[in-house]
């Protein structure tokens, strides 16, 4: 969907999802510390991660007079560097490169650089050579913000940014935020998560994304007041934290609420664990307007006795009301 201020229409689905080998860049913040003071998030961002190249999709082939014929050698998940010696990052790159004899191309695939040489297929629409492939050079989403500092430093999401259409890992590259309308709550149903409805919007470019991993990703706002004024909260250590009353606070009728949950499980391991927490959504209006946990909440913070203790980061599929978190002291 197209407007004036260029909205893009997304369903949330950053939810699901357990990697490894986690990418960043060099620039990657502490993490937050235990009776350090924060400014309590629960409002939803837009998100846009750069995959440094064109990423593939999905293999479609080439339509032709005699059927679909697949250009072989590509994969899903493959990220294209180079064709024929020369970047490329657009559509329109690939097509300007690519005649119809073989074409070179430098690619990541499962984390290492590859070449191959390809031979294009003529399309019999256009008439001309294509590689029967569906590409793009960003990730699109809706997450949460869990934590603002008073310099603009921010959490989000609580795990790792991957492609939900191909359920494919991302090597991070890079990646903004931007301001995000709430459009509605799909209900999870028979064992698929629901999910927010939102519109990106792209004219609003509140920041950058230079950390994407499992716990989450972390940036800076370009501007502190483009941040929404929030509540300030403490950090709590992992000592205070214990089963019982908590809140999540998170937006799912326009704007950012406290809603009640119960922690009904609290790790006392140490280090980093990506779901140290277990709770259950308790608060009626909740479950009233999404049934429970859906995708997008994903860096919804936990409170607790009115310190941060956590982000939501996974919902349970055989009980939407249930969901894991990572610890505060966790996140980026």
Same mark, same amino acid.
């Given at each position: 969907? *197209? ?23 060099? !620039?990657?913040?502490?993490? &937050?510390?235990?009776?350090? &003071? ?6 939803? =961002? ?26 072989? %050698? ?15 990052? &657009?559509? @329109? ?16 695939? @499962? ?30 989403? =809706? ?46 149903? *028979? ?6 409805? !939102? ?17 989450? =990703?972390?940036? *800076?706002?370009?501007?502190?007041? @483009? ?11 992992? %000592? ?93």
């Amino acid at each position: 969907m *197209k407007k004036i201020r260029f909205c893009v229409l997304i369903i949330a689905a950053l939810l699901l999802c357990v990697f490894a080998a986690p990418m960043q860049t060099d !620039a990657v913040f502490a993490a &937050t510390r235990a009776g350090e &003071t924060v400014r309590v998030g629960g409002f939803p =961002i837009g998100l846009a991660l750069e995959v440094g190249g064109l990423f593939v999709e999905e293999v479609t082939g080439v339509e032709t007079d005699y059927g679909t014929v697949e250009v072989e %050698g590509f994969r899903v998940g493959d990220i294209i560097k180079k064709i024929n010696g020369t970047e490329v990052k &657009t559509t @329109d790159d690939v097509h300007e490169l690519i005649g119809s004899g073989s074409a070179h191309v430098e690619m990541i695939r @499962d984390g290492a650089v590859q070449e191959l040489d390809v031979t294009p297929v003529i399309e019999r629409y256009s008439g001309k050579p294509r590689l029967g492939i569906k590409i793009k050079d960003r990730i699109f989403g =809706i997450g949460t913000v869990t934590f603002v500092k008073e310099n603009g430093e921010y959490a989000a999401l609580g795990h790792e940014i991957y492609d939900s259409e191909s359920d494919t890992h991302i090597p991070f590259a890079g990646g903004r935020i931007y301001g995000c309308k709430l459009l509605g709550v799909k209900k999870g149903a *028979k064992g698929e998560a629901g999910a927010l409805l !939102a519109s990106i919007v792209i004219s609003a470019d509140r920041g950058n994304i230079v950390c994407n991993n499992c716990f989450g =990703i972390a940036g *800076k706002y370009d501007d502190i007041a @483009d941040a929404p004024e929030t509540d300030k909260v403490e950090v709590a250590s992992r %000592g205070e934290i214990k089963p019982g009353a908590a809140c999540i606070r998170t937006t799912v009728d326009g704007k950012a609420e406290y809603y009640d949950i119960e922690i009904l499980k609290a790790t006392k391991k140490n280090g980093r664990h990506e779901k140290g927490l277990v709770f259950r959504v308790t608060d009626k209006r909740l479950l009233s307007v999404s049934g429970g946990i859906v995708r997008g909440m994903s860096g919804s913070p936990i409170l607790q006795d009115g310190k941060l203790v956590g982000a939501v980061t996974h919902v349970m599929l055989n009980d939407f009301t249930k969901g894991y978190g990572v610890y505060a002291d966790c996140l980026n």
